[in-house]
């Protein structure tokens, strides 16, 4: 009897192990489902969320608003009522997006050139805000510099190009506004957009990811302090969304999308309408008590990186059958 039990474990430890053997092959020629294939229910949605009209009478400043997520955003307030405030560099760009916007939502939208890595144009730009439209209830701190670089390859002006624009730009707009907003006693929503690897750190980016990690401090700071004014802080760290300044700088020959969407659980990457609606909610009266948050959109893609055992994903229902059968096979050894 014994003998029996034990031949009969002997050929099932023998057929589990050459069916891991099969296993193993497979999973390093990358058999198994296809991730990316989800993104079906998962679709996104273009239309403006909230009700028309949530921003009428709101003033809405957006640095980097000419172009990209900072372009949606804009487009999404002033369809909703606010009058808009693109600033960046390029005041050629921003008009022509201020044109667009304006005559399809019939909200004025001006454009202000602005570097903001210079406190004195952040002052300015300030300036001519007050002149034409007062001063803002939105604030949405968009704006900022990227590129793929090994870190052995940086230049000091190169970290300072990047960190001038994320870090101590956002800083400027916020504390030029931010006093002159306690001043005349006027509340604020301050959104500052940053990226999902400001909380891990990445490789390859590591300006960007200690200058948004900066930014996030900055925000949560504040958001404790200035909550006294009638300030709101709140931060939302987007994962990957096609635009051309982003992909340009940070996938230019395109080799790495289709990783990056494998890796992704919805499938897909996010759409600049989805964000703007969530920009839109978060500066808002509807999320009046938000305050100090940080609203991770991605995908899921953060957590699909950090699961050491996520990539058990690639494992098909016939293959879990021998892990599984490997696995009580253990039992009391
Ligand atoms: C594996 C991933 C695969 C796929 C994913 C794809 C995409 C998205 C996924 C996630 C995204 C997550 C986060 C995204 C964050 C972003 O911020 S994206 C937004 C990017 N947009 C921009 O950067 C727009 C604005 N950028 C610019 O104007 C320029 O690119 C700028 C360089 C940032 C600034 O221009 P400026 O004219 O002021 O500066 P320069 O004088 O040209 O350069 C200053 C110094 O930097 C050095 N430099 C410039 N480029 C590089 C480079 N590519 N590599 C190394 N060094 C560089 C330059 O030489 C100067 O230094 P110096 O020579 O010492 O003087
Ligand atoms: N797209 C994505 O996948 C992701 C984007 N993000 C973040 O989203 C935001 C928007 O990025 P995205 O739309 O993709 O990229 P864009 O390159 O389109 O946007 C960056 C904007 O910043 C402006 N800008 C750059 N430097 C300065 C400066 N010195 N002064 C003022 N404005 C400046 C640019 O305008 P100009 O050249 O006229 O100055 C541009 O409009 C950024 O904060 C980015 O870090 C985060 C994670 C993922």
């Given at each position: 009897m014994a003998a029996r039990v034990l031949g009969r474990a002997g050929r099932l430890a023998a057929v589990v192990r050459s069916s891991a053997v099969r296993l193993q092959l497979r999973l390093h020629g990358?058999?198994?489902l296809r991730f990316g294939s989800q993104a079906s229910f998962f679709p996104p949605l273009g239309d403006a969320m909230l009700p028309s009209g949530s921003f009428n009478n709101h003033v809405a400043l957006i640095t980097g608003g000419g172009t990209g997520l900072g372009r949606a955003m804009t487009a999404t307030l002033s369809q909703l009522g606010a009058q808009c405030i693109i600033a960046s560099r390029k005041l050629d760009i921003l008009q022509r997006t201020a044109e667009e916007i304006s005559s399809q939502t019939?909200?004025?939208?001006?454009?202000?050139?602005?570097?903001v890595r210079d406190p004195q144009a952040v002052s300015q730009c300030?300036?001519?805000?007050?002149?034409?439209?007062?001063?803002?209830?939105?604030?949405?701190?968009?704006?900022?510099?990227?590129?793929?670089?090994?870190?052995?390859?940086?230049?000091?002006?190169?970290?300072?190009?990047?960190?001038?624009?994320?870090?101590n730009g956002t800083a400027f707009v916020t504390l030029e506004l931010g006093k002159r907003l306690i001043q005349n006693q006027k509340g604020a929503s301050f959104l500052a957009i940053t990226t999902i690897y400001a909380e891990s750190g990445s490789g390859f980016v590591v300006p960007s990811a200690s200058a948004k990690a900066g930014v996030e401090a900055l925000y949560k700071s504040l958001a404790a302090e200035w909550g006294r004014y009638g300030h709101r802080f709140n931060i939302i760290q987007p994962g990957p969304i096609r635009t051309k300044g982003a992909f340009s700088r940070l996938d230019p020959t395109g080799a790495f999308e289709k990783a990056t969407i494998d890796r992704i659980p919805t499938g897909r990457l996010g759409t600049p309408a989805e964000?703007?609606?969530?920009?839109?909610?978060?500066?808002?009266?509807?999320?009046?008590?938000?305050?100090?948050?940080?609203?991770?959109?991605?995908?899921?893609?953060?957590?699909?990186?950090?699961?050491?055992?996520?990539?058990?994903?690639?494992?098909?229902?016939?293959?879990?059958?021998i892990l599984e059968a490997m696995i009580r096979n253990t039992k009391g050894s």
């Open positions: 990358s058999a198994g019939g909200n004025k939208v001006h454009a202000v050139q602005c570097d300030v300036d001519q805000m007050e002149a034409l439209t007062g001063l803002p209830d939105v604030i949405i701190n968009n704006a900022a510099g990227n590129f793929v670089c090994p870190s052995e390859r940086l230049s000091p002006n190169a970290w300072k190009t990047i960190t001038d624009i994320v870090l964000i703007a609606n969530l920009a839109a909610y978060v500066s808002s009266n509807y999320a009046s008590w938000m305050s100090g948050a940080v609203i991770r959109f991605d995908g899921g893609e953060y957590v699909s990186l950090a699961g050491e055992f996520n990539e058990l994903r690639s494992v098909t229902p016939d293959q879990w059958k």
